[in-house]
């Protein structure tokens, strides 16, 4: 059961950020919406569907991961082309949250769907049971529920709703397809309002409001006290409803509320001095925060009226955040004063109510926890928390509060997890399910497969004679305990015998930042210029190591893949990128440029492609390169990387983070047989005359003030690289080329603007125009 064809109805931010996201993956799409015109002449009649598409495409964060993915979007009107529907294997319902305009859709779409297409509502809380009223046998048995969380393209949940009628064939299908083909982190909930995630979700902000209230705390404090500190998302409670709308907090409450007789009732003031008046969030320019010219206002519930945002940083807040996490709850618990009464409270809350509701949202307590972690970018899940606060101490607060001690809390023998296996709800302990489809290195490395280890970095034999290398320094910088790493890895690999290397990790934010600026700073200040030099030619062979290595080296990056980081992947034999790779060499923004094969690479890779053609100028492929670099342009996807030029055609994408590592083991077994090492490349280097339009185009931007002093400097560097030198045009080696931009890199370092550059940046985090 292949689906390639998607249909969405409902072109609003939900199913427009859905329609994109299938496009981004390789599908067709149809995306339609109600017509926005009575006459049937009229070129405005598909204006709604068309306007959703335009408004994806200019979204910030992008729906689309490449612009170029909208031309997959067919857009039409539900009166118009709803047998354009026919053809699609899925069509997701995204339309407005009522039970009868969702019901008389799916009557019109019982009537042409194709009798292996599948059907789903991207409702996220009417009960798949109410929708499917008045439909047939054959349709229920194609029906499910598809609850995408917002930003489609960047949350990782995706719950599915079955009903006691779907297919399991169906269910199957569906969840591969939202697996491999969209990335998606997949959890099976019961069919109940609100489902997993936005059952537990929405109920936690609606508990905090009220025990913010009872603390008579600021929003400024509850966001400090509910984000990183207890393992939340850094958008805490309040940030997060400006993100997701206050008027859609509104109506979901009111829905869940009034579906399960639950008090899910907003304060007030929130609707009469917020959504009342249009301030509904990030989307009208404020809600519960705005930001102005002169910095971020958040709003004073008790005086109505907005003031200068106070963070809540520093003390024991402040050192608590840098502990892991289990450490840190147990540290969040013993805040004092009315900050900690808070926090007591509202972990108690949040606890008593999972424990309570659990075994009536999914079907195990896995599922609810990676449902929170997923779909609401939690570090640990409601019962990984419990664990780490102590059920013990959970017991005493429920009996401080009155509360009763679920039962759910008395089958736990200690803790929820324990060995590997996790409490069920019948009170048996079975192992954690697996992920599909991944290969998590921790379990690994726990389970006895770490071949090397110096704390910074470690080789991990991934079975079939196929190892990974793993950055484990801050950010995954590349500094010399990874660098000698990489150097014994490479031997051992060769000595084991064994088929190839994958260079990745788990890291969620990064794969890596590139070279430890503050090692570089540190080395500047006492003047070691000739232990620079040294690592600098260090780095540089290490990069060249992976392309000479006498077995495959597939990279396999995700998140931030910058300077070094981005290097490295360039110089694989093969890159399996995750989806959401944020790639590029960004060294002129601390005044530098790349210096460990960066530049020389890009240079290579795009005169090569040019020169086996005749009569061809190659200076479009240093101008190309010299733009990214001079420019540190970074991709906000992979398929944008490889549109960029810092993934090439051969190189290949895993849309799901999950499966990547093993997506990258096959294609290190694919390359295996018969493997030979690249052949060092020469490429014509275009010398003075190349160097003299670049030259004068640094001229030019300087003149016109897009570009200082320094700026000019960096750039002319670059394009000295870029151009071979100044002399005559000649053919030039890749070792030619990492010479001069060595020798460009250690010049550069040495001027003051420079470091005053990396010294700004270390200290602030931002880049320097000076």
Not at 388 to 394: K, N, Y
Not at 550 to 578: R, S
Request: one cysteine or more.
């Amino acid at each position: 059961m292949r689906v390639t064809t998607v249909g969405v109805v409902g072109a609003g931010a939900m199913g427009s950020g859905i329609a994109a996201l299938a496009a981004s993956a390789g599908c067709r799409v149809v995306l339609l919406d109600i017509p926005g015109d009575t006459d049937p002449t009229s070129p405005n009649r598909s204006a709604p569907a068309r306007n959703g598409l335009q408004k994806a495409i200019k979204s910030k964060p992008a729906s689309f991961m490449e612009t170029a993915a909208a031309a997959r979007v067919r857009t039409g009107n539900t009166e118009d082309h709803l047998a354009w529907l026919a053809e699609c294997d899925w069509i997701c319902e995204a339309i407005i949250e009522q039970p009868a305009p969702k019901q008389q859709l799916f009557t019109r779409i019982e009537a042409l769907m194709k009798p292996t297409a599948i059907v789903s509502s991207n409702t996220s809380g009417i009960p798949m049971a109410v929708l499917l009223e008045g439909r047939s046998e054959k349709f229920r048995r194609r029906f499910l529920g598809t609850h995408f969380f917002n930003p489609p393209r960047y949350m990782h949940l995706l719950e599915i709703i079955p009903t006691p009628e779907t297919d399991p064939a169906v269910i199957g299908a569906m969840r591969e397809f939202a697996e491999r083909t969209l990335g998606k982190g997949i959890v099976i909930a019961k069919d109940v309002p609100g489902f997993i995630a936005n059952r537990l979700g929405v109920y936690g902000m609606v508990a905090t409001m009220r025990r913010m209230q009872e603390h008579g705390l600021t929003i400024d404090e509850v966001d400090g006290l509910t984000g990183s500190l207890i393992g939340r998302a850094r958008t805490a409670t309040f940030r997060t409803g400006d993100l997701s709308g206050l008027d859609v907090l509104a109506h979901v409450t009111k829905g869940i509320g009034a579906a399960t007789g639950e008090d899910f009732a907003l304060p007030g003031w929130m609707l009469t001095d917020l959504v009342a008046t249009g301030k509904l969030g990030d989307k009208t320019g404020g809600g519960f925060y705005q930001k102005t010219k002169t910095g971020t206002l958040t709003y004073d519930w008790k005086t109505s009226q907005y003031v200068p945002q106070q963070r809540l940083e520093g003390g024991d807040i402040g050192q608590a955040i840098r502990l892991p996490i289990a450490q840190r709850l147990p540290a969040a618990k013993a805040v004092p004063g009315a900050q900690g009464a808070f926090l007591r409270d509202h972990l108690v809350d949040a606890a008593h109510y999972t424990l309570t509701l659990a075994s009536q949202l999914g079907y195990d307590l896995v599922a609810i926890d990676r449902a929170m972690e997923w779909g609401y970018g939690w570090e640990a899940g409601p019962f990984q928390v419990m664990d780490a606060l102590g059920l013990d101490w959970l017991r005493e607060e429920f009996r401080a509060h009155g509360l009763d001690i679920p039962a759910l809390l008395d089958l736990a023998q200690g803790s929820f997890y324990k060995n590997g296996e996790y409490l069920t709800f019948e009170g048996t302990y079975e192992p954690v399910p697996a992920i599909p489809g991944r290969i998590s290195l921790a379990g690994l490395a726990q389970s006895g497969r770490v071949l090397e280890d110096n704390g910074l970095s470690r080789l991990i034999d991934l079975g079939d004679g196929v190892a990974c290398f793993e950055f484990r320094s801050k950010m995954n910088s590349l500094g010399a305990g990874v660098l000698e790493g990489l150097e014994k890895s490479l031997r051992k690999i060769e000595k084991l015998g064994f088929n190839g290397l994958v260079i990745g990790n788990e890291d969620a934010r990064a794969f890596s930042v590139g070279a430890d600026l503050s090692l570089v700073s540190f080395a500047i200040s006492a003047g070691a210029w000739d232990d620079i030099a040294v690592s600098c030619k260090a780095f540089q062979d290490a990069v060249m190591s992976i392309r000479r290595a006498p077995f495959p080296v597939v990279v396999a990056p995700a998140g931030m893949t910058l300077g070094g980081g981005a290097e490295f992947t360039l110089h694989a034999d093969a890159v399996q990128a995750h989806a959401e790779t944020y790639m590029g060499l960004v060294e002129a923004g601390v005044g530098l440029i790349p210096g460990g094969g960066g530049t020389k690479e890009l240079l290579v890779r795009f005169t090569g492609e040019l020169q086996q053609y005749e009569e061809v100028d190659l200076f479009a492929a240093v101008k190309r390169a010299f733009k990214l670099i001079a420019f540190a342009t970074t991709s906000t996807s992979a398929p944008e990387a490889k549109a960029l030029g810092f993934l090439s055609s051969r190189d290949r994408i895993s849309m799901n983070r999950d499966h990547q590592i093993a997506d990258a083991k096959r294609r290190v077994l694919d390359l295996a047989p018969g493997y030979l090492p690249p052949i060092e490349r020469t490429v014509r280097a275009l010398g003075r005359e190349g160097l003299g339009n670049l030259e004068y185009a640094l001229w030019a931007a300087k003149e016109a003030g897009q570009a200082s002093a320094h700026d000019v400097r960096v750039g002319r560097a670059a394009a000295y690289v870029l151009c071979g030198g100044d002399g005559a045009a000649r053919d030039v080696t890749e070792q030619d080329l990492l010479d001069l931009e060595r020798e460009q890199f250690m010049s550069l370092l040495g001027t003051k603007e420079t470091q005053e550059r990396i010294a700004y940046t270390l200290k602030t985090g931002k880049p320097l125009r000076n």
